[in-house]
């Protein structure tokens, strides 16, 4: 799997939009970004996955670059429980093995604190 | 759903001793992940198995741990004997099969060796 840049931390005021950046200038082009977070003391979530196409749910956005070399997961409106570690993480998707065929290799992430 | 449930939550055990640690995935999901997940080395992945087969156990530490999978909904983690360097949370996530999915993941067990 490629490997994936996040900064260590960032700070968000609640209620506005948290939008963090993650670098993959490596990514092949069966890879797929995925986006998880870690609550303090909980095990990690998913939140949301794109391959090029921007994506939305009803937690998040997924903005990826043209080129695909870096996304944005963005939190429209955070709170104070969006306070987390958000992990970027690349993934092969290969049709043959099913897809789900490797584990996830977490980096270090992002430390996102919502301030009140 | 209940999501993926891991017993016990908490597990105190002195040096030497067996622990088995236990998981029970999703119904229908035909993944299962065993991570580790220590303030120096994160999350790391221990082994995953695809329908009750494991298949990549290279991220086991050692000897000392093993996983199974007799069915599809019950794996156990075990160490044998444990040591204070296993002190870690360890969590248990599943998934279905297809790279749309991600993973969910249990509330892990923290373990304590002393």
């Known amino acids: 799997d490629a490997k994936t840049t996040q900064p260590p931390s960032m700070d968000c005021a609640e209620g506005r939009a948290a939008n963090l950046p993650c670098n993959h200038s490596?990514?092949?082009?069966?890879?797929?970004v995925y986006w998880y977070r870690q609550i303090h003391s909980q095990g990690p979530q998913y939140i949301i996955h794109?391959?090029?196409n921007n994506e939305t749910n009803e937690m998040a956005s997924l903005i990826i670059t043209e080129d695909r070399k870096s996304s944005t997961l963005i939190l429209p409106h955070a709170t104070l429980r969006d306070t987390a570690v958000y992990y970027c993480?690349?993934?092969?998707?290969?049709?043959?093995?099913?897809?789900?065929?490797?584990?996830?290799?977490f980096g270090k992430g992002t430390h996102l604190i919502i301030q009140p | 759903d209940a999501g993926v449930i891991q017993s016990p939550r908490h597990e105190v055990t002195e040096m030497g001793q067996e622990v088995t640690l236990r998981c029970k995935p999703i119904?229908?999901?035909?993944?299962l992940f065993w991570y580790r997940q220590t303030m120096m080395r994160g999350l790391e992945l221990l082994i995953y198995?695809?329908?009750?087969?494991?298949?990549?156990d290279s991220g086991m530490p050692e000897d000392r741990f093993s996983a199974k999978m007799p069915n599809a909904s019950f794996s156990t983690l075990k160490i044998q004997p444990s040591e204070p360097r296993d002190s870690a949370v360890y969590f248990c996530?599943?998934?279905?099969?297809?790279?749309?999915?991600?993973?969910?993941f249990g509330s892990g067990t923290r373990l304590t060796v002393v």
């Open positions: 993480i690349v993934r092969v998707a290969s049709l043959y093995s099913g897809g789900g065929a490797d584990g996830l290799t």
């Open positions: 119904s229908g999901h035909d993944y």
């Open positions: 996530a599943s998934s279905p099969q297809g790279f749309y999915y991600g993973y969910t």
């Open positions: 490596t990514i092949s082009g069966n890879e797929y």
């Open positions: 198995f695809n329908n009750n087969v494991p298949i990549d």
């Open positions: 794109g391959l090029k």
